[in-house]
């Protein structure tokens, strides 16, 4: 491989900004200045050996930033600080996207390169939460406008939160055709989505931008689980209950043209032959014609390109959270999914546009932190989701009920949507890890406010207290029990085998 035509340098932030304080556990930290400036350097291509070297490095800066907590102490920052840091954090995540890519193509090992995306991965979700607490700060601690507490239409066109393109504003006019977004709900199902593939997400819905030729107006053409397929148009309240909106397009334009026809045509003429396009309960990647919100948006891309190369980093499945999508119904046979976030490694795509509301940062933060947690003991302690029978029976009920068109007719026409090919199973696990979650997080939520921390503790002082929340959580033993044995296991412990 030539270095000098791969050579991607790039800013990396190394934070030592803590010593343990004996009496109080308090962490000294440092101003935000010389964070920037104190533990820089540059980092190349040449600089790793191979991909474990990579992966190390990723692994190490992943941990530090989950771990540092610089925000407690500051008071002041000007301005100019804070924009030179969000743009070398911006740097970074541009040059984790092209180191990936670089070392990618120097191995053959399917498995290294699985590694390797999932700690990128992760290490870009790390960058984010970072970026997060910063932001949260920057309008809590500074006197912010009222209004930023209110929720925010992404594409109203004002100047962003937060944003790529610093200093422009972004709106409905800007969007083009093939226009991939990408968004994080603030609802505890899309903690649980960016949170069931091996590397923790920052995203969890996916979508595609069309536009009509009649009216020219533009639409987005989207999946979800409950409601299905649907052609929403875009206005400029739309997404305002988003956590985070990001943007990305295609390299090559007219591809994202191409793409976008081709999904609007399959869209609406299924639709009139009544046949609408039918949601992929399995999550994989099998071509079985059947769609979830990211599978449609590989598929429109693929049918008009030369090769499939949609998703070019795929998320396991079957890996380190494979009991608990076992449990929800999910086949064995689905190894890989093209979660929404895997879009941010993809060299054929470039992000042009990034919102977050700092209202709703936080509290999707510590879903996210306490899925993490849910699902870590599940897999290291032979655990698993224990639905009531009653929540059980519930849920069947709740489908058959669905399945019946006059009723399901009512409540849609109440925005109320329930997937009838839904398995019960499902819907059962689901609502438990719901009733699970939100116990814990309500705990977590007390402990965090009577922390020295308080709202500036770090994810990983986070994590200590959604373990001391378990043993105060009096239903979790009722909610999350140990896994039932198979046959085999069943025969080797129960008998004196010689």
Request: glycine share 4%; with cysteine; hydrophobic share 40%.
């Amino acid at each position: 491989m030539n270095a000098n035509a791969v050579r991607f340098y790039f800013v990396v932030i190394l934070f030592w900004v803590y010593s343990a304080s004996a009496a109080t556990g308090v962490y000294a930290t440092a101003p935000l200045s010389q964070i920037i400036n104190s533990v820089e350097f540059k980092l190349a291509v040449t600089d790793f050996e191979d991909v474990a070297s990579l992966r190390s490095h990723f692994q190490k800066t992943t941990e530090t930033l989950y771990t540092l907590n610089p925000f407690q102490s500051l008071n002041s920052v000007s301005q100019a600080e804070i924009e030179i840091f969000s743009k070398k954090l911006k740097s970074v995540k541009e040059a984790v996207k092209q180191l990936t890519y670089a070392f990618s193509a120097q191995t053959t090992d399917s498995f290294a390169r699985d590694q390797l995306a999932d700690d990128a991965k992760s290490f870009l979700t790390a960058i984010r939460v970072f970026e997060d607490r910063m932001l949260e700060w920057r309008f809590f601690k500074l006197n912010p406008p009222k209004t930023i507490f209110k929720r925010i239409a992404p594409f109203r066109g004002h100047q962003a939160i937060d944003q790529v393109r610093d200093g422009d504003t972004f709106g409905l006019s800007d969007l083009r055709a093939g226009d991939v977004i990408v968004t994080r709900s603030s609802r505890l199902l899309s903690s649980m989505i960016a949170r069931m593939t091996d590397a923790p997400m920052s995203y969890s819905h996916m979508g595609i931008v069309v536009v009509d030729p009649k009216d020219g107006k533009k639409y987005i053409i989207d999946s979800n689980l409950n409601a299905g397929f649907q052609k929403v148009l875009l206005d400029e309240s739309f997404y305002k209950d988003e956590v985070r909106v990001a943007v990305y397009r295609s390299k090559q334009g007219f591809l994202g043209s191409l793409a976008s026809e081709y999904g609007r045509f399959a869209y609406e003429s299924n639709l009139q032959k009544g046949t609408p396009l039918e949601y992929d309960i399995t999550m994989s990647l099998e071509p079985n014609c059947k769609f979830y919100c990211s599978k449609f948006v590989a598929w429109t891309y693929n049918s008009v390109s030369d090769k499939d190369s949609i998703p070019q980093y795929p998320s396991k499945l079957q890996g380190n959270n494979k009991n608990f999508i076992a449990a929800l119904g999910v086949p064995s046979s689905a190894r890989y999914t093209f979660a929404p976030s895997d879009i941010e490694l993809d060299s054929m795509f470039d992000i042009i546009y990034e919102y977050r509301n700092p209202g709703l940062t936080a509290q999707s933060r510590l879903e996210e932190l306490v899925v993490d947690k849910v699902l870590y003991w599940i897999r290291t302690e032979g655990l698993e989701i224990s639905p009531s029978t009653l929540t059980e029976r519930g849920a069947k009920v709740a489908i058959k009920v669905y399945q019946i068109p006059s009723i399901r007719r009512v409540l849609n026409s109440l925005n109320m949507h329930l997937n009838p090919n839904l398995d019960p199973k499902f819907l059962s696990v689901g609502i438990t890890m719901k009733l699970l979650v939100e116990s814990i997080r309500a705990k977590v939520e007390k402990l965090v406010k009577n922390s020295v921390t308080g709202v500036y503790s770090s994810p990983s002082e986070i994590y200590q207290m959604i373990d001391e929340a378990r043993l105060e959580t009096p239903n979790f033993a009722r909610l999350l029990k140990p896994r039932k044995q198979n046959a085999c296991m069943r025969f080797y412990t129960s008998y004196n085998v010689r």
